[in-house]
Each structure stands twice: as structure tokens, then as C-alpha cells.
């Protein structure tokens, strides 16, 4: 059983009371009285002349070590030692900090010493019943409960130590939600706590060390005329300044020199010599290597597949002219013999294929995931200068300001679908959701007595459609990601999964829920996604210059179990085991004083 003194203070009261016992024996001993017939004959004690004064070695009397170690058993009976049975279970939640400072040292990791701390913990106390909960941006439990180390470390490769933080007070309010008050919680991290635990209930673990670092905290890439251009910012995270060399690799590898002062923060930027290629940017390697290389992916190039099947005359004109405008599709029209029968599966295949078809009113739906923009017939219209009503939570209408505006279209009728702009209770653009991703938006307007198209409002209103349309075609919407942001893939109606594989070659399957799938990447790297027939690329970098400061680690431990309620409850108090053996000394004491003096020198 092992032993814990709750109250060891109470041995430094019985150090202090043994220190006066020893204290009082020695000038006792020190001076001894002798009978002599008369002070004329005294004579000083002359040294003999053969060696000197004799070394006369003190001895203990019996009766003083009885007092030294009847207060030693009392001292120990005030420390209120405790013990726990071997049998008995201790559950105990660790909280892992999975930020990735933790990985700072290599080898020497705040990670290693506190697997290699917790290991021993556990081994040196049987009883123990431990959950592992990961603290990171969102916490988790880690498999199931452990009571031996051999299932600790099948669970150890899953505490990877690549978030960009670690919420440990989240996690700590976790573990307290969902466990009883007699559950240990052990919180490991590399910095020190802002208020250290008193409760007796949590004990903090730190394993970290100042470290000095270079840290990319920011990157990007961008058109600037006819030249595409990418930035980083490096930060030296450290007291002093620094040189730092590293290389751009754009298909052909350069070298760049930075000087960074004391904290500072150095931005630069450069042309691309291959806009089409990726762009890796990497820093010497320090002691942690997550935040030194900056990989950048050229933006995605997804025209959206357009197909204009209206009838020649202003209206087509003004349509094709407004989506050409917008720089984000890829038109193909039919001729006008295509069209004249109103039904866009009889213009030569053009709408199959298309990701957005505009057409006049017609009764044949959507393609799977295809979005549809229809004009309604304008007939018996009337121009109108408003008031008009928008959805402004429709991406449809953002930018959108119909103030002198004049729209003509018949004052009477409703329209299929929920209004986006409205005049007073007439429907002039409607929205419907159909099933598999499809989408029908349907329009009232006459040009020939209408204005909106001679504003700004009209290239706006089909910007907006293009954009909203390309937002959901397969693959990223974003090619490159901070590590901790949730990664959407968009996939075609009626796609199961995608298949998406790591910076370290494992391979995972992801299913789809509607027309995306949303899942956050583990680790930094460039990631690879099939779906279908089609593969696209994602990169996360690490860009967190809170958790890439190291300055501010510390190693520690602060709190105490013993001081809570409950270890009071589930221990036993083994006081009784040093006060019987100090009340037999005591009575010994008592008779060898009552008998004899206890062995001491009599007159």
C-alpha cells in the first residue's frame, strides 16, 4: 500500500523538537561536577605531555533515543499519512495538449517527458482507471479506459500534437461535466498555468523550456497586373536579432535573406516565374520544424460551363454580354433554329452538360446539379419605380441597388419558388431548390421598357449568379488553408464519397452529406482528393504565431490530490499505525524513569 502524508509540514515541528532534545543532551554533557576538599588546592588540567587531551566519544543515553523516536512517530501521526488500498480504483482523466509547440525538442519534447511521466505515474499506482482526452481546438476522448501502460501506448500515435492550440480550459470543464467529483484530472502541456490549481482535483504537468524560434505566420498568393505575385511574413520569435536564409521553389529553386530583429516581423514579396505551379517556401529547420515550411497552390481554374439558350435580340445580347463580363464562364450558345422550340435538351446537348444553363420558360427540369435561369414571358408588362423588396440573405442580391430603377413586368400572377425581389407582393426573381443539388432561378423582365440593365446592377445580379454557381462546383473552395480551418468539398449530385489522401500517404474515405463534405485536416501538408473521375489539391499550412512563441514555456508541477475531499474519502488514515508503537516508547520512557533513572550517571 502506498503511503501519502497529507500534512508533511508536521515533520519540520518534529525536526525542531529533535533539534532541542539533541541540543539540551550536548550541553549537558558538557559540563560534569566533581567534589574537591578545597579550591586553594586546585590545579589547572595540563595537557599530557605523551599526546594530548584524550577524545572522549559521546554516548546516548537510552532514555534520548526513546524521546527522538517517540517524537518521530508522533510527527509522522501529524503528517495524517493515507493510504489506498491496492485494489481499489482511481479514475483519472489525462488532458493531452495537442497544440503543436508540444513537439518542440525533437526526441526532448514536452510530448516524450510527459508519455514517459504519465507512464510512470501510472505504473507506480495500480489502481489507476485513466481516460485520455485530447485538448485541442474542440476536446475528445481517446479511446477507451486504460489500466495498464501496454493500452496507454496503443494510444499514444493518436495524440499527434498538430493543432494550432490547445484549449485546455475547455477540455478541463469537459472532463469535470462528464466525470464525478472523485475523478483525478492530470492536465499535460508545456506552459505554466495562469492560476494554479487549489481544489485539490487537478494537477498541471508542464514539460516545456524557452526556446528561441523563426515561424512563418502568414502567406499568400495573388494576380497583380499581368503578374502573379506571393507573399510570407517571418517572424523571429526570440530576444535576439537574426539573418535567416532560406528558398523559394517555383519549379526552379532560389535562395533569400531576411534580417529580423528582436520580436519583429519581416513581410516579402515575390513574382512567380510559373503562375501555374506550386510554390514551396522553407526556413532552416529549429526545434520545431511544423512552422517552417509554407507551401502555396495556385488558385483553382473552374470556369463555370455556361449555356445561353435564348432566342436572338436584346435580351440574349444583354445576358451574354453581362456573364462575359464576369470572367468566370465559359459560354456556349445555340443557334437559333436550337431554340425555337423553348426546350433545352434539344440545343444540342449544350444544357447536359452545362453547370448553368439561361433559357427562356420551358417545362423540362433541371439536369442533376445543374442550375437553371429562365425568363419568364414578358407580356402585358407594366414599368414600375418600386418600392422593391430583396432577400439580402440571398447571395443573389449582395451589391444590389434598385433606387431609380425602372422594372417592367406584369403587376399580376405569382411564380414558382421563394421571392428574392419582390415589388410591393409581385415575385420578380424567385429561387427553387430542387432535388440532387439542381437549382431554378425564374425572372419577370421586359427590356425594352426596363432600366435595370443599363445600371450596374445587371452586370452585379449575374456576377453574383456565376460566382454562387462556381462556389459549388467539385473540388476546394479554397486551395490554401491555416491548419484548424474546416476544409468544404464540394461533389457532384449523387457522389458518395471522395477520397482524400494525408501529407503522410494514408488514404481515407470521406462520405458526402448533400452536396459537400466537410471535415477538418489533422496535420500541415499538401493534401490530395479523388472524386470520380477528377483529383484536386489542398495545402495547410502552419500559421499560428501565438503557438509557434515558445518564450513563454515552463516546466512544473502544481497541485495536490491530497488536498481534496474525496482523496480523504477513498484513502485510509494510517495515523493509529505510529501512535501505538509511540505510546509503547512512551511507556517505556515512563518505567525506566520511575526504576532507575533511565541509565543515567547518579552522584
Same mark, same amino acid.
Given at each position: ?13 518534529? =525536526? ?40 572522549? %566519544? ?88 486504460? @489500466? ?33 467529483? #472523485? ?17 485539490? @482535483? ?9 526556446? &528561441? ?21 517571418? $517572424? ?15 519549379? #526552379?529553386?532560389? %535562395?533569400?535573406?531576411?534580417?529580423? $530583429? ?65 470572367? *468566370? ?5 445555340? =443557334? ?11 440545343? &444540342? ?51 444590389? =441597388? ?5 422594372? $417592367? ?29 439542381? @437549382? ?11 432600366? *435595370? ?74 493534401? $490530395? ?60 520512557? *515512563? ?13
Amino acid at each position: 500500500m502506498a503511503m501519502t502524508l497529507t500534512f508533511a509540514e508536521a515533520l519540520w515541528g518534529g =525536526a525542531a523538537i529533535i533539534a532541542v532534545l539533541v541540543g539540551v543532551y550536548l550541553f549537558r554533557t558538557r559540563s560534569q561536577p566533581r567534589v574537591v576538599g578545597s579550591l586553594l588546592l586546585w590545579v589547572e588540567h595540563h595537557r599530557p605531555a605523551e599526546g594530548g587531551q584524550w577524545l572522549q %566519544r559521546p554516548q546516548m543515553p537510552l532514555l534520548l533515543a526513546l524521546e527522538i523516536l517517540i517524537v518521530l512517530l508522533v510527527a509522522l501521526a501529524a503528517a495524517s499519512p493515507r493510504g489506498i488500498a491496492p485494489g481499489q480504483g482511481l479514475p483519472l482523466v489525462v488532458v493531452l495538449d495537442d497544440s503543436y509547440s508540444m513537439r518542440a525538442g525533437g526526441a526532448d519534447s514536452p510530448r516524450e517527458q510527459a508519455i514517459r511521466a504519465i507512464e510512470q505515474e501510472v505504473a507506480a499506482q495500480a489502481g489507476y482507471q485513466v481516460r485520455l482526452l485530447l485538448a485541442g481546438q474542440r476536446p475528445e476522448f481517446l479511446g477507451e479506459t486504460c @489500466r495498464a501502460v501496454a493500452q496507454l501506448r496503443q494510444l499514444w500515435p493518436l495524440w499527434t500534437c498538430c493543432s494550432p492550440q490547445g484549449d485546455l480550459d475547455l477540455a478541463i470543464a469537459l472532463a469535470r461535466e462528464t466525470r464525478d467529483h #472523485r475523478t483525478r484530472l492530470l492536465v499535460v502541456t508545456d506552459r505554466a498555468p495562469a492560476d494554479p490549481p487549489t481544489d485539490g @482535483r487537478v494537477q498541471w504537468w508542464a514539460f516545456g523550456r524557452p526556446r &528561441a524560434n523563426l515561424a512563418f505566420i502568414n502567406g499568400g498568393r495573388t494576380m497583380f497586373g499581368v503578374k502573379d505575385r506571393g507573399f510570407f511574413e517571418v $517572424a523571429n520569435l526570440s530576444s535576439q536579432p537574426v539573418r535567416v536564409e532560406g528558398t523559394i521553389d517555383n519549379g #526552379r529553386e532560389r %535562395r533569400f535573406m531576411l534580417e529580423i $530583429a528582436a520580436t519583429e516581423t519581416r513581410r516579402e514579396v515575390f513574382d512567380l516565374e510559373l503562375p501555374s505551379a506550386s510554390v514551396r517556401i522553407r526556413l532552416p529547420g529549429d526545434d520545431l520544424p511544423n512552422d517552417d515550411e509554407l507551401i502555396l497552390l495556385p488558385p483553382p481554374q473552374r470556369p463555370v460551363r455556361t449555356a445561353v439558350l435564348l432566342e436572338p435580340g436584346p435580351l440574349r445580347e444583354l445576358t451574354e454580354r453581362a456573364l462575359a463580363a464576369t470572367g *468566370l464562364a465559359s459560354l456556349a450558345t445555340a =443557334a437559333a433554329p436550337a431554340v425555337a422550340s423553348g426546350l433545352a435538351t434539344t440545343a &444540342a446537348g449544350l444544357s447536359t452538360a452545362a453547370d448553368l444553363v439561361v433559357r427562356a420558360a420551358a417545362e423540362a427540369p433541371p439536369s442533376p446539379g445543374q442550375w437553371v435561369w429562365e425568363f419568364l414571358p414578358a407580356s402585358g408588362t407594366e414599368a414600375f419605380l418600386g418600392p422593391f423588396a430583396l432577400d439580402r440573405a440571398n447571395p443573389l442580391v449582395e451589391g444590389l =441597388a434598385l433606387d431609380g430603377v425602372v422594372w $417592367a413586368s406584369p403587376a399580376t400572377g405569382s411564380v414558382p419558388g421563394i421571392p428574392v425581389i419582390l415589388l410591393a407582393n409581385t415575385p420578380l426573381v424567385t429561387e427553387e431548390r430542387l432535388a440532387q443539388g439542381a @437549382r431554378r432561378f425564374r425572372m419577370r423582365y421586359d427590356p425594352i421598357r426596363s432600366t *435595370l440593365h443599363q445600371t450596374p446592377n445587371w452586370p452585379i445580379l449575374f456576377w453574383n449568379l456565376v460566382r454562387w454557381r462556381q462556389s459549388f462546383l467539385p473540388g476546394p473552395a479554397h486551395p490554401n488553408l491555416r491548419l484548424g480551418m474546416e476544409v468544404r468539398l464540394q461533389v457532384p449530385a449523387g457522389r458518395g464519397a471522395v477520397q482524400v489522401t494525408a501529407p503522410d500517404g494514408q488514404t481515407i474515405s470521406l462520405p458526402a452529406v448533400g452536396e459537400a463534405v466537410v471535415f477538418q485536416p489533422a496535420a500541415p501538408g499538401l493534401y $490530395a482528393v479523388r472524386c470520380g473521375g477528377e483529383s484536386f489539391a489542398f495545402a495547410v499550412n502552419c500559421l499560428a504565431r501565438q503557438e509557434s512563441d515558445l518564450r513563454q514555456s515552463a516546466s512544473g508541477r502544481w497541485g495536490d490530490w491530497t488536498r481534496s475531499e474525496a482523496f480523504r474519502q477513498e484513502s485510509l488514515d494510517l495515523g493509529w499505525a505510529f501512535l501505538l508503537p509511540a505510546a509503547l516508547l512512551l511507556g517505556v520512557h *515512563l518505567f525506566l524513569i520511575s526504576v532507575g533513572g533511565g541509565g543515567g550517571r547518579r552522584p
